[in-house]
């Protein structure tokens, strides 16, 4: 239920790999050669050997995500038409309202909104003196910040009649919106010529904005482990949105030049949970007509003439907590150097450290493993505690006290490869990589807020030097393995009612989830 472009970081489930154009075209494998003002967020302790200088960047995301509904049996949810008004009999494996004479089932799959998402980073670094330096930037997560699925989907039924139904995904998902940065100061400190140590401070910023549908009511022996209902004005049409002005974190690293041709470095981040504690939520009812078409009269018969018969608008009455998981790096560098280097002026300082890939390698190559503690995340936390609870306009039901959703995540690894090729010193590089990371979610908790399976990335890209300005292209495409729980499902919708716990009868995840991520990047970055 909740999309974010949450913590730009390593391997952790919120985003893949982490955010950077030079960093996207080495499959981040970036970790121990961090050339560029992004360090105060990913590398603070190379600071230390960095020029002053000035990064802006951008990657723009193609996210492609489809989700099929499948039912016990690993049935495929397929269409069909009901008996009575719209003619014909049910369609194999749909989840039918059994009661429902009238009921059309939506198609097997519905696919996300396939928008670019542009995702920037800006970032500064100053070297006050030989052996310190102090960086800010504004980074954003490695993630696509909106997540769009249909609320309805077109359906000609077998009498060839043009309609619409509800889609399978709606009590997963139907929007997100996410703006989170994560404003970064940081500073960096040379103990010797080869060795230096860092850390920086983060200030998270949230702002989220997110609709569902919950069930009003799920009467026992009223739902079969496959069935739907949207008949007798059961779905509620739910918006959540709210926001957290302080998300404390902190970075720490070091970076040791084991040899003239050997560098290491070590990375650690933590960050607090998010917590909205005062979220507006707009509930409305009697969102469906008898077809599963969007109703237009809900409140046209109503006795006392109230046109929000059906809407129940409540400001700052809900929480929500989601946890950031923990994050840990390393990384070995090998670089081997040019036997004569002419070094920018910016980069050859007398007393002063500063490394330039640019102009004094021919090539490198980076090899990272990262680790995210995707375990803190067991459920996304939401309530609405409220006492007595807050009933829903125009039905029986009730805001649940209780509406976690349980997401059970595990911990991820992941494994980095990348390096670069420098063409013409101090003029041209051109590097690739790729990356893998293991599944971070059992396939019956699948969720379409994030997609924690398996991922293959490979990439490309190259720096051209124009005077102090370094220009950086990257394309990254990440292969994501399906998860697919054979509509055995363990998430069951919200629901109203209180008799049922505030649960649906019948699990709403069944089925799998496919994704792929294509992505271009541009970044400058200029040093003096």
């Known amino acids: 239920m909740l999309t974010t472009a949450g913590s730009a970081a390593a391997s952790s489930g919120i985003d893949s790999p982490e955010s950077g154009v030079t960093q996207v075209g080495r499959g981040s494998a970036w970790l121990a ?12 302790a190379a600071l230390a050997f960095q020029a002053s200088g000035v990064h802006v960047g951008a990657q723009l995301m193609f996210m492609n995500r489809c989700f099929t509904r499948k039912g016990p049996g690993n049935v495929v949810v397929s269409p069909g038409d009901a008996a ?15 009661d429902s004479a009238k009921q059309v089932p939506p198609p097997a799959e519905v696919c996300s909104d396939k928008g670019a998402f542009p995702n920037p980073q ?12 102090v960086g800010v930037a504004l980074v954003a997560p490695h993630a696509s910040g909106n997540n769009n699925w249909p609320e309805t989907v077109p359906y000609t039924t077998r009498l060839g009649i043009p309609t619409t139904q509800p889609a399978p995904n709606r009590y997963m998902l139907v929007s997100s919106e996410a703006l989170i940065v994560f404003p970064t100061v940081g500073v960096g400190y040379a103990i010797a010529d080869n060795l230096s140590i860092g850390a920086s401070f983060l200030w998270g910023v949230a702002i989220v904005d997110f609709v ?21 004005n059961s779905d509620l049409r739910a918006h959540l949105s709210g926001k957290d002005l302080f998300i404390p974190g902190f970075a720490v690293s070091a970076f040791w030049a084991v040899t003239p041709r050997l560098d290491v470095s070590i990375w650690a981040k933590w960050t607090d949970a998010l917590r909205i504690n005062a979220a507006d939520v707009n509930v409305t009812a ?5 077809v599963g078409g969007v109703r237009t009269d809900a409140c046209a018969m109503d006795p006392n003439g109230d046109k929000a018969c059906n809407i129940t608008d409540a400001k700052g009455v809900g929480s929500v907590k989601f946890s950031l998981p923990m994050e840990l790096k390393l990384g070995a560098r090998y670089h081997h150097p040019r036997a004569a280097a002419t070094r920018p002026k910016w980069a050859d300082k007398p007393g002063r450290r500063v490394r330039d890939p640019l102009s004094e390698d021919l090539f490198d ?20 505690p409220k006492k007595p609870q807050i009933p829903v306009k125009g039905t029986p039901s009730f805001l649940p006290s209780n509406a976690n959703v349980p997401h059970n995540w595990v911990d991820v690894a992941g494994l980095r490869l990348g390096g670069d090729f420098v063409v013409l010193p101090s003029r041209l590089a051109l590097r690739a990589g790729g990356f893998f990371e ?6 019956r908790y699948l969720g379409l807020d994030f997609d924690v399976a398996q991922k293959i990335g490979v990439s490309g890209g190259a720096t051209v030097r124009i005077g102090p300005v370094d220009v950086a292209l990257a394309y990254q495409h990440t292969f994501f393995a399906t998860l697919d729980n054979k509509g055995r499902g363990a998430v069951k919708a919200l629901s109203g009612d209180q008799t049922a716990g ?27």
């Open 212 to 232: 569902n549908f919950s069930e009003g009511i799920s009467p026992p022996g009223a739902a079969t482990p496959s069935s739907d209902q949207f008949s007798r």
């Open 286 to 290: 009697r969102y469906w007509d008898d």
């Open 438 to 443: 293991t599944q971070g979610q059992d396939d």
């Open 33 to 44: 050669r961090a050339d560029d003002p992004l360090a105060v967020y990913f590398n603070p």
């Open 122 to 133: 800006i970032a500064a670094t100053f070297r006050l003196t030989n052996r310190l330096a």
């Open 365 to 384: 190559l980076e090899f990272d493993f990262t680790w995210a503690q995707n375990s803190v995340v067991g459920d996304l936390e939401i309530g609405f």
């Open 502 to 528: 505030f649960r649906s009868q019948q699990a709403i995840n069944g089925g799998s989830l496919r994704a792929s991520l294509n992505e271009a990047g541009l970044a400058g970055t200029f040093r003096w």
């Open 84 to 98: 009575g008004a719209l003619g014909s009999l049910p369609g194999p494996g749909a989840p039918l309202d059994p």
